[in-house]
DNA sequence: AATAACAGTTGACTAAATCCACCATATTGG
DNA sequence: CCAATATGGTGGATTTAGTCAACTGTTATT
């Protein structure tokens, strides 16, 4: 095949993507912007910062964790990382606590509120998700996940 | 398999991910974000402003094309779209003309300069996918791609 | 001819993200 | 033990991205 760009049919009226169409990066940009943008509608009401959703997710998964782990793992500024959770404490979801082996590091525990209020984002999110993903067989969603590991971690090692 | 985010096992030290490792829409962004953060480093050294790459790329394959049809097409707003075009043009990549047909058109065309300006930025983008996707096959790569324009096509079906 | 729709432009505004300097605590090496 | 250095966290300044609303000129509708 000489052009992997057509694996699907472009839609009728649809430009023509030249060569941008033959990159993965493209198609990964396209997809996770449109997903994003609808869960960002689906929670328009409640004011959902940004990253705030992925912190709070991975300190309930990680309790005790601290404010640089985080930010390393969703891959923002540690500054940023603290108006995230100032803005989780403030609203009951989060809370610090200074660890008690090192007294710099604050180790974050997730509330009971704010457990709840994931299982209802955790609702949303795949809410939005299969509206996109019925499209695909259980094990081709499977394997579109293993794919995407290997390639972040391929991603990691690179910058070492 | 109970827990599709053990495809491929954590790397040591990595942290839990809990709920959030079940969504494809996770591991999409965080590879995106990796991928567009090489790119960007590698192209650091020109002033790459967002969007400036894609629209050029847009704007080569689609001679003629709109500033409106390039907006809809990249996901940003009009008035974003004009300042990437003041650039392109302000750089000499790209030139408006007025369209015969109707006036009120930008009918948008890539220079020469724009062209090889284009090849060079393809062959970094190359570069640094082929570092991250030498990890699949070719096999592999195409039922990625296939499957992204799948989830592609159902996400603008859903918000018509 | 009047009105509405559309392409493009501008400027104001909001939010996201990076950068840098700084404080408190820990760790290391002499 | 002390000095130097590294680390976790915080605050503020700045830059940048993205949204919105108003306005101009052109085309379409009736």
Redesign the interface.
């Known amino acids: ?1 000489k052009n ?2 057509r ?2 049919a472009p ?1 009728p009226g649809a ?6 169409g033959e ?14 943008k ?2 960002a ?1 689906a929670t328009a009401d409640r004011g959902l910062r940004a990253g705030l959703f ?1 912190s709070l ?2 300190i ?3 309790p005790g ?1 601290s404010q640089n ?1 985080l930010s390393r ?1 969703i ?1 923002l500024d540690k500054s940023v990382t603290v108006a995230i959770v100032d803005e989780l404490e403030r609203s009951g979801w989060a809370v610090r606590e200074r660890s008690e082996t090192d007294r710099r590091r604050h180790a974050l525990h997730a509330t009971a509120a704010g457990e709840a209020y ?1 299982e209802e984002l ?1 609702g949303i ?2 809410q ?2 299969n ?6 067989s259980p094990a ?17 090692h ?2 070492s």
Not at 131 to 136: E, K, M, R
Not at 142 to 154: F, G, H, T, V
């Open positions: 095949m992997p760009s694996a699907v839609r430009l023509n993507l030249g060569r941008l990159f993965v990066g493209f198609r990964l940009r396209r997809v996770q912007n449109q997903l994003s609808d869960f509608s992925s997710s991975l309930a998964a990680n964790l782990e793992e891959g994931l955790f999110l795949e939005t998700e509206a996109v993903l019925h499209q695909l081709e969603l499977l394997l579109l996940s293993e794919l995407l590991d290997r390639m972040y971690a391929a991603a990691l690179e910058d």
